[in-house]
């Protein structure tokens, strides 16, 4: 069973950052294609960032804002958030066992528990 647990959420304040990791069970590496999702009070969830096998993809409102990179040394998926505004805010999922690049919440397997992004004016 492939556990994914998620960590740096916080509250911050509107234009700070925040780096997320999301640690795997196993190496990050077998993980197939991994993603961040988020889920606002009251919203769906949605795709964030994607990797898969290198490519990267990022939801309009976060790109050139959001990086999605895998840390094979320290065996984490990692997101850093910049330039953060409150419509950032949410739980924030990590999410694994992709077999295409797709910001969708039906093509990863395995989910995380979240981390809480919280940010104010």
């Known amino acids: 069973q492939v556990q994914l647990v998620e960590s740096g959420g916080a509250s911050v304040q509107a234009g700070g950052s925040l780096r997320l990791s999301c640690a795997s069970s196993g190496a990050i590496s077998q993980r197939g294609c991994m993603a961040w999702f988020r889920q606002g009070q009251g919203k769906q969830r949605e795709g964030v960032a994607t990797?898969?096998?290198?490519?990267?993809f990022y939801l309009t409102s976060v790109e050139g804002r959001f990086t999605i990179a895998l840390d094979n040394v320290k065996n984490t998926l990692d997101l850093q958030m910049n330039d953060l505004g409150p419509e950032d805010t949410a739980m924030y999922y990590c999410?694994?066992?992709?077999?295409?690049?797709?910001?969708?919440?039906?093509?990863?397997?395995?989910w995380g528990q979240g981390t809480q992004v919280t940010v104010s004016t």
């Open positions: 999410a694994a066992g992709g077999t295409l690049r797709s910001l969708e919440v039906w093509a990863y397997n395995y």
């Open positions: 990797i898969c096998r290198g490519s990267t």
